[in-house]
């Protein structure tokens, strides 16, 4: 039976606020989810938080109490993660870095955590209906999209311009979109959704529609144009981001060609020969943000298979193998591990290490 993502978390109720509240690798671990080869399967975790967002509010845009002076609220917007007030500063401005400290509350004021909550919700109910055929999730799943991208007194905008600003020194970045990370996974359930009989006609269209317009954006924008160019994870992400709106508008041949280029063009300049990632392991959360990339790479080999794209999966397996020593204990890493390596560590590097990947 053809594989399907589906979410697959240990998370309980009671711990969801502390996922939504995570960021950058952390968050993407509770999202993410890991590979099950049976749709009519479903882990109880998930099906315990489909439960939970049959009766919760749907999250919307409107709902952030923090974002710039004079902000469009309809446009998503985010701080800056690793970004604090400067304390020698007058009011603190501009916020200044800190790395590996993500300030989580000023993110919980954010669109962030809400854009989090919708896509694990709204997977979580596909999931859910797929699994049991009832169509109350799915209808709940339709109510979260409808809340979030369609309904006029709520809808977000189809742009990313406002994420992750810098307070005091601008209103978005490019770098924000990482912040659009796991945004694959809903479009893998929507996809699925659009097969409910009773799903919306005119509702399908509208989201299509909105995907093609954050297309058009995301082709656009000289933020978004910067970040295509980054050479860590942020340059795969942005790949896994725009490859998995063209799968999903059914623009095959152009996700293709798209997947090939972007994947020759970022492992060329990411992988060492023995299998290390500099530029992730530099970083305060060395381990993590390793993790992270390969994540990202798994997105995209996994949107390549959708559309018949083909790259060489050799330096991530070659990256798995060096990394997997480190993540079974992370107290020989010799370099900075702030926080703890994410959940779904063991499932990342088994995609890489598992047969199906040596027999690419």
């Not at 919760?56 to 710039?68: Q, Y």
């Not at 009011?91 to 200044?96: K, V």
């Not at 063009?265 to 390969?294: H, K, M, T, V």
Request: hydrophobic share 45%; charged share 20%.
């Amino acid at each position: 039976m053809t594989c399907r993502l589906a979410l697959v978390c240990s998370l309980s109720l009671a711990s969801i606020g502390v996922a939504v509240a995570a960021t950058g690798p952390e968050l993407n671990a509770a999202i993410a989810g890991t590979l099950v080869a049976d749709s009519s399967s479903i882990a109880p975790a998930t099906l315990h938080w489909a439960d939970w967002a049959l009766s919760a509010p749907p999250p919307t845009v409107m709902e952030k109490t923090f974002m710039p002076e004079g902000w469009d609220p309809h446009e998503f917007s985010s701080p800056a993660r690793y970004f604090w007030p400067n304390p020698s500063k007058p009011g603190g401005l501009p916020w200044i870095v800190r790395d590996g400290e993500p300030n989580l509350e000023a993110i919980a004021k954010s669109d962030e955590p809400r854009l989090a909550r919708m896509v694990g919700d709204v997977v979580a109910l596909v999931d859910a209906w797929s699994a049991t055929g009832a169509e109350k999730y799915a209808s709940r799943a339709e109510l979260y999209l409808r809340a979030w991208f369609l309904d006029p007194a709520t809808r977000m905008k189809p742009d990313f311009r406002g994420a992750q600003f810098i307070p005091g020194k601008n209103r978005g970045r490019g770098t924000g979109l990482i912040d659009m990370a796991t945004f694959h996974r809903l479009l893998d359930a929507v996809a699925q959704l659009d097969r409910w009989p009773g799903r919306d006609v005119v509702e399908r269209r509208d989201f299509a529609a909105w995907c093609r317009e954050y297309l058009a954006w995301l082709d656009s924008d000289r933020g978004a144009a910067t970040e295509s160019r980054a050479k860590n994870n942020h340059g795969t992400w942005f790949a896994v981001q725009r490859a998995s709106f063209l799968v999903f508008l059914g623009k095959d041949a152009e996700a293709r060609t798209f997947i090939a280029q972007s994947a020759k063009r970022l492992a060329a300049g990411q992988f060492a020969s023995d299998g290390e990632q500099p530029l992730e392991s530099a970083r305060a959360d060395g381990i993590s943000y390793s993790l992270y990339n390969l994540a990202a790479w798994e997105a995209l080999a996994e949107l390549g298979q959708r559309c018949g794209a083909k790259f060489d999966e050799t330096p991530m397996r070659r990256a798995a193998a060096w990394l997997a020593p480190f993540v079974a204990d992370p107290s020989t890493w010799p370099k900075s591990q702030k926080n703890r390596v994410p959940a779904n560590a063991d499932a990342t590097l088994a995609f890489w290490l598992s047969a199906r990947s040596a027999a690419s």
